[in-house]
């Protein structure tokens, strides 16, 4: 069976830093509100819901998620980036449908 793409509502995209990689987040972040329309979310320099390190969200529309998404595989640098749809399951968005661009991190399930 089938799932139609009018069950995704949108995307977020996680996007992971440490100290070191922090400058080249806040690069990524300002050419992101340049180039596309996004909304960015707040920074969080501590570990938030299950999420393990530091990171910024950033909200996709399902529209501009074929030239945000590239361009992040591109210019990710040192970063680390969770993608993934919003089906109104927390759970199977963050797991069996997310996409990752670098390496993939250990979330904490439990907080979903």
């Given at each position: ?8 509502a949108g995307?977020?995209?996680h ?5 070191d990689?922090?400058s ?6 300002e050419?992101?509100e340049r ?15 299950p999420h393990?390190s ?8 399902t529209e501009e998620?074929?030239k ?12 680390d ?11 199977e ?7 990752w661009?670098g390496?993939p991190r250990n979330?904490d399930?439990?907080?979903?």
């Amino acid at each position: 069976m089938t799932r139609p793409l009018s069950d995704i509502a949108g995307y977020h995209a996680h996007i992971y830093y440490t100290a070191d990689s922090r400058s080249h987040a806040e690069q990524i972040r300002e050419e992101m509100e340049r180039q596309f329309s996004v909304i960015l979310g707040r920074w969080h320099d501590q570990p938030v819901g299950p999420h393990p390190s530091p990171m910024f969200q950033v909200i996709i529309s399902t529209e501009e998620f074929g030239k945000v998404v590239p361009w992040l595989n591109l210019n990710r640098g040192p970063l680390d980036i969770l993608i993934h749809p919003e089906t109104g399951n927390d759970l199977e968005d963050h797991t069996t449908l997310a996409i990752w661009l670098g390496k993939p991190r250990n979330l904490d399930y439990r907080k979903l």
